[in-house]
């Protein structure tokens, strides 16, 4: 990974440094073989970028590649599809049904789709048995359900009292909690603002489950054994105090009962990680541009440059993001 980084590196280095100066380049004056980049057997002429870019309207082409991050992109993806290419050639691939007939960039990207997805089906999963057991008892805690956890909550409204008072008010309350812990409930019933107080005292059975708003989770976080009291914190339209009432114990999935899902996730990440070793080592060979050339691709499809040489005509098709590869 590593590697590869360096060589997206190297490459934005190149179209941002020589980008200063692209005006000195003339655009139209290459010829449409001449390579603009390379890496290992696959090459990428300005007949291919040209061929390419009919995919997109005329009057988007030049915003396309006015940037060095979209010419990047570009290159890249099309030197990765030419060396998938490559190996579908040498595998037969291209003699597949949905091969046949396509020419330039179009057949271009079914190989290179139909490469990949032989890569992926003769990808060998190994037994994962072992390494699921492993991960169920080093992260016990992803197939713990935890407890619930009940609180008492004292709610001040601001619309009244304004928001500097509710916070004086919240303030004071917890004050008189912490200097008297027995007096929650008589102070649920003397400041706290929910309309189903007289009824609920402020309890929540679920804390967990409840949890309306990201600071009320936070405060639930905080709560480490019954008795423990919050901070003043925000709520929706004023300020909350929470108090632990009780926490249920937490209960381990048995390892049968995540065994599945487990494995199956093991697998997944297998596959995407053989997918993606494959494919950084296609990227990770020596990669050479022509840094004028590169450079030109800013202006070459600007309207004040005119059609490139060699470019066909077409009609405007979709508007599309540059790249084929499966990465």
């Known amino acids: 990974m590593r590697t590869v ?8 280095c190149v179209v941002a440094i020589v980008f200063a100066h692209a005006a000195t380049v003339p655009s139209l004056l290459y010829a449409p073989d001449t390579v ?24 988007k082409r030049a915003g396309v590649l006015d940037s060095p991050q979209r010419i990047q992109a570009l290159l890249l993806n ?21 091969a046949r ?42 197939y713990t359900d935890h407890g619930a956890r009940q609180v008492q909550r004292i709610f001040i409204s601001a619309h009244t009292l304004g ?16 200097a008297d812990p027995t007096q929650f409930d008589a102070l649920v019933a003397k400041y706290s603002d929910e309309p189903d107080k007289a ?24 709560l480490k054994k019954p008795g423990d009291l919050s901070m003043v914190v925000p709520a929706e339209g004023g300020y909350q105090i929470l108090k632990l009432v009780a926490v249920a114990p937490d209960a381990v999935k048995p390892f049968p009962a995540v065994h599945d899902a487990l494995v199956k996730e093991l697998q997944q990440n297998y596959i ?30 600007s309207a004040a440059v005119g059609a490139p040489h060699g470019a066909p005509a077409a009609a405007a098709g979709p508007d599309v993001n540059p790249g084929n590869a499966q990465r």
């Open 78 to 98: 099309m030197l990765l599809n030419e060396q998938l290419v490559a190996q579908a050639e040498k595998m037969g691939l291209d003699r597949d049904p949905s």
């Open 199 to 222: 009824s609920s005292h402020g309890l929540i059975a679920d804390a967990q489950q409840h949890a309306p708003d990201r600071w009320f989770a936070e405060a639930l976080e905080s």
């Open 163 to 178: 928001d500097k008072d509710a916070w004086k008010l919240a303030s004071s309350v917890r004050d008189q909690v912490v």
């Open 36 to 59: 603009v980049v390379s890496r290992g057997n696959a090459q990428i002429t300005f007949r291919d970028i040209d061929e390419y870019m009919q995919r997109v309207p005329p009057d």
């Open 272 to 301: 995407e990680s053989t997918r993606r070793d494959f494919l950084d080592n296609l990227a990770s060979e020596k990669m050479d541009a022509d840094p004028a050339a590169v450079a030109s691709l800013r202006s070459r499809y």
């Open 101 to 142: 007939g396509k020419t330039g960039w179009e057949r271009v990207e079914v190989l290179s789709k139909l490469r990949m997805q032989r890569f992926m089906q003769d990808i060998k999963v190994p037994n994962l048995e072992e390494l699921a057991r492993e991960e169920y008892v080093g992260h016990r805690e992803k």
């Open 5 to 12: 980084r360096s060589f997206l590196a190297a490459l934005g």
